[in-house]
T-cell receptor, first 115, second 116 residues
């Protein structure tokens, strides 16, 4: 089974802090994603990566950056945390299979609170 | 514009009844894929079922089936013989290709509650 591991289940940070959310997958997947989940808004894509050192902006990249130095690891960075970044953050990975069935495999999420 | 719309924020169903969760989508791409995920209170996202735009038959996986109506751009999830363990958030998602990379766009979700 694919395993996607997020380093923290809960995090509490202060406004202005630099925050790192780490994600590791163990199935050699090319694609990795960071989403945030908010009630009533579903999951919104922040950034994704389809190869090492490659990154693409998703729908809500403002205030975030990412790093992918190794294939198995994808980090989300909040340069200066703000209270409106309080949310559940979900990391996911997928195997690229062209246009076929390639579901995302998700981690258990990190609930970040910025005070 | 919203690409995936789930119009039911919450649904309440009696155990053992069938339930349909609605999902409509918007795309001009002739090739796309549709996914349904379940998120229990534990927070994990569980992949349930997939439908490709060129698939001739509706997808089925055990008690889950997808009522795919391409002309109406709808991809409703049907759960037969509901169980208490089906209580969860359910998300519909569509795969789209951006600059050669593929990503999933999610709907707002439907919270399903199964009553005993």
């Amino acid at each position: 089974d694919v395993k996607v591991t997020q380093s923290s289940r809960y995090l509490v940070k202060r406004t202005g802090e630099k925050v790192f959310l780490e994600c590791v997958q163990d199935m050699d997947h090319e694609n990795m994603f960071w989403y945030r989940q908010d009630p009533g808004l579903g999951l919104r894509l922040i950034y994704f990566s389809y190869d090492v050192k490659m990154k693409e902006k998703g729908d809500i990249p403002e205030g975030y950056s990412v790093s992918r130095e190794k294939k198995e690891r994808f980090s989300l960075i909040l340069e200066s945390a703000s209270t409106n970044q309080t949310s559940m953050y979900l990391c996911a990975s997928s195997l690229y299979t062209g246009m076929g069935n390639s579901p995302l495999h998700f981690g258990n999420g990190t609930r970040l609170t910025v005070t | 514009a919203q690409k995936i719309t789930q119009t039911q924020p919450g649904m309440f169903v009696q155990e053992k009844e069938a339930v349909t969760l609605d999902c409509t989508y918007d795309t001009s791409d002739p090739s796309y894929g549709l996914f349904w995920y379940k998120q229990p209170s534990s927070g994990e996202m569980i992949f349930l079922i997939y439908q490709g735009s060129y698939d001739q038959q509706n997808a089925t996986e055990g008690r889950y089936s997808l009522n795919f109506q391409k002309a109406r751009k709808s991809a409703n999830l049907v759960i037969s013989a509901s169980q208490l363990g089906d209580s969860a958030m359910y998300f519909c998602a569509m795969r789209e290709e951006i600059q050669g990379a593929q990503k999933l766009v999610f709907g707002q979700g439907t919270r399903l509650t199964i009553n005993p």
